[in-house]
């Protein structure tokens, strides 16, 4: 009889169904290794510690949603960047309950490997410059204030605040949050950019 294979992956999604049933500080490294069966040692061969482990999980998972927020944006629609967070999360449930109910710095601490502090470094300049991208399509320039708008508008305010409550309460967010949405990016932005 072999012995079973334990992946990063498994690991991932054994910290990820801990966070979704009680949240980033029910992940240790005894509570993940005994969710799937795994000898200890066998998580140590893959990741450094449970600050490794919670890192390169937020950093999947904040890459996967920028895909499509990053995709609109190059297309030059904003509308569906900002539209995008609500759709995402009807997609991936206790992904956008990860990213949205809890604090980046949850899961972003302790003492990285080099390549997850050089991945996240990554992912926030890809994001900044997909919000000055937008901010001059949309407000002609990407000075301080038209940055403000353009991160209240597509991201950090109005697409997580409509969504939020549903999460937590841990239900898809209805379609009357695309219109909530639909509507504010519209008198902020105007209709068209």
Known sequence: MGRAQFDQAGFLAAARGLIAERGPQAVTVDSVVERIGAPKGSFYYRFASRDALLGELWLKTVLAYQEGFAAAIEAGDGLSAALHTPAWARRHLDDARLLMLYSRHDFVQGDWPAALRSGVADQAE?????????ARGAFGRAGRGEMRRATFVLAAEVPIAAVKPHLKRRER????VDELISKTYRAIVGGGE
Do not use: D, K, M, S
């Open 126 to 134: 890809r994001f900044e410059a997909c919000l000055r991208r937008f």
């Open 173 to 176: 967010p209805p379609t009357l």
